[in-house]
């Protein structure tokens, strides 16, 4: 053990000797973004598609720019308010942002100019709101937290701080003041619309105010309809962000369920073999590749071959046959916020839920993935009537977690075993009626290609407490990318007509002396016969030529 301690620290003394060579040689090569002139500022500015004010490089003295002027290096500082990573942001792949050194343990804070100290951090999710804050000469320091992440190694750098003020996307920021102390964090809430700092500052509306009146967190246990009438109206006024995130490779599901929600419990359901780690596979990687940080949970196939799975359908294309390109699409998959529990088979509830909360809390979970919870619960030697109680146990553990940390939920189960011909309800998944009830969306793929000649396979939502829609969700299964994503639809071929009318519309000379309207009617009248006739024309003397060849 203590040989094991010994490695890691020297290995933490090398990659802090390397972080600071390397640090050395950004700072050695590039200049500080304050010794600019107002000039290259505006145009720095103006590349980057930041909001400038004549104070801006003053607030941003910390930052580093490049010779070419396009690429900026913020650097990340801890507790001791010394550097330990840095965030770089190259011209045109603003979201691309790369994080070396220890960025886990640092963020990024700057200061107003000439604003007196105060006790007081404000949190916003971009540089965008730094800038229109420290515009404002908002009091205390301004902390970006990129993609609203807050790990727990970087919670030190806030301690000193007798007053947070949060000021982003609800949910998020919920998540993050839990992890900072609710008793000292303030929310802003969202005024007609606008959640983020930038667009309250483009409908010219006073930041300091909105600061200064922001609220503290309500009682857990304890709450009246005025707490919650600011909550009741950011819904209404934010109702499309509500809604959840959206599929973009499954427009159809996102019509009937509104998006993903924060807080649900989703139980997806379908015969053996009909492709549900396959197609709940995809619907994770959509969500995760709009930021939705996501923990699967594979008791039934390996992670490994998961893994595989999604990355096919990252990639569109078999990768059997485009391994050159292997490297590439991994670099790109290994990006995005998915993790994975190491267990494989029969785990102990308790266990499971340990591991889970602690990936809550360490890498910022919004949706958890059980796959499958037969598998987990295992068969055991037990009766029926005991397993049923298991797994309700288990449906009831994960109710719990999505609504006490809010956070979406799947669980993948199977069905009873039923006749072929009849299609599968939410009374059909095995078990109690537990799941069904608890669930706030069931899903059902309905597989009818063997026992129907012109049988198809589509998902059908059955229960939806969100917006009570129900419908189904063709599902076409592309074997090359392993895809359900929706085709797009085929445009019709042009009508031959309708292009020599626009023909004739487009060469057609109007006459200018015709100012009576009566003489307008009767010329457009004329148009559209020789119109006719000219297309009828042109027609027949195509059909002759062909009659001739």
């Known amino acids: 053990m203590e040989a094991s301690i010994k490695d890691y620290i020297q290995k933490l003394q090398q990659d802090n000797q390397l972080f600071e060579k390397d640090w050395q040689d950004i700072l050695d090569k590039t200049t500080s973004l304050s010794k600019t002139t107002e000039k290259e500022a505006l145009e720095i500015f103006r590349l980057f598609e930041f909001p400038y004010h004549p104070e801006a490089c003053k607030v941003l003295s910390d930052v580093r720019i490049s010779t070419e002027h396009n690429i900026l290096y913020f650097p990340l500082k801890n507790a001791s308010d010394k550097v330990i990573g840095y965030r770089k942001i190259e011209a045109g792949k603003e979201e691309e942002a790369e994080s070396h050194g220890h960025h886990t343990a640092g963020l990024f804070w700057c200061k107003a100019h000439k604003v007196g100290h105060n006790a007081q951090a404000v949190l916003v999710p971009s540089i965008h709101d730094v800038l229109h804050l420290a515009a404002h000469k908002i009091p205390g320091s301004l902390v970006w937290l990129n993609n609203c992440s807050l790990p727990p190694v970087v919670l030190p750098t806030l301690e000193g701080y007798q007053k947070l003020c949060l000021w982003g996307d609800w949910d998020n920021m919920r998540a993050v003041a839990e992890k900072l102390g609710e008793e000292r964090c303030r929310f ?60 973009r490779r499954f427009p159809a599901l996102t019509r009937l369920l509104g998006g993903h929600r924060r807080g649900e419990l989703t139980v997806l359901t379908g015969p053996t073999g009909c492709g549900k780690t396959t197609l709940c596979a995809e619907m994770s990687l959509d969500l995760a590749q709009q930021g939705v940080n996501t923990l699967w949970g594979s008791f039934e196939i390996r992670n490994s071959r998961l893994a595989r799975t ?56 919004a949706h958890v993935v059980v796959d499958n919870v037969q598998f987990m619960l295992g068969v055991g030697e037990e009766r029926d009537g005991d397993r049923y109680l298991r797994q309700d146990a288990v449906v009831a553990a994960f109710r719990t977690f999505a609504t006490a940390r809010h956070c979406h939920v799947t669980l993948v189960m199977h069905p009873r075993k039923e006749r ?130």
């Not at 309809?225 to 209404?236: G, I, K, N, P, W």
């Not at 391994?323 to 308790?350: C, M, R, S, T, V």
Request: neutral net charge.
């Open 310 to 365: 999604m990355l096919q359908q990252f990639a569109g294309v078999p990768l059997e046959h485009n391994l050159h390109d292997f490297h590439k699409y991994a670099d790109d998959f290994q990006k995005l916020p998915i993790y994975y529990l190491a267990f494989h088979g029969q785990q102990p509830i308790k266990v499971v839920m340990e591991a889970v909360e602690h990936a809550r809390y360490m890498h910022d979970i």
């Open 420 to 549: 072929e011909s009849e299609d599968l309800s939410t009374s059909s998944i095995f078990g109690s009626a537990k799941a069904s009830q608890e669930a706030d969306n069931v899903l059902i793929i309905q597989d009818k290609r063997l026992t129907a000649v012109r049988g198809k396979k589509y998902l059908q939502v059955a229960k939806n407490r969100y917006s009570g829609d129900l419908g189904i969700v063709p599902l076409d299964f592309e074997k090359d990318s392993l895809s359900y994503q929706s085709k797009k639809k085929k445009t019709k071929p042009d009508d031959p007509d309708k292009l020599l009318d626009q023909c004739f519309e487009e060469y057609s000379i109007d006459d200018q002396n015709a100012s009576d309207p009566t003489i307008k009617r009767n010329m457009q009248s004329v148009k559209s016969r020789n119109k006719n006739e000219n297309a009828t024309s042109y027609l027949s003397d195509i059909l002759n030529s062909n009659r001739t060849r």
């Open 188 to 247: 802003v809430r969202p005024t007609d619309g606008l959640v983020t700092a930038s667009e309250t500052a483009a409908a010219n509306i006073s930041l300091k105010a909105l600061v200064s009146e922001a609220k503290p967190a309500a009682h857990r246990s304890i709450t009246t309809f005025s707490a919650l009438r600011d909550d009741v109206y950011a819904e209404l006024t934010n109702i499309d962000k509500v809604r959840g995130v959206k599929w």
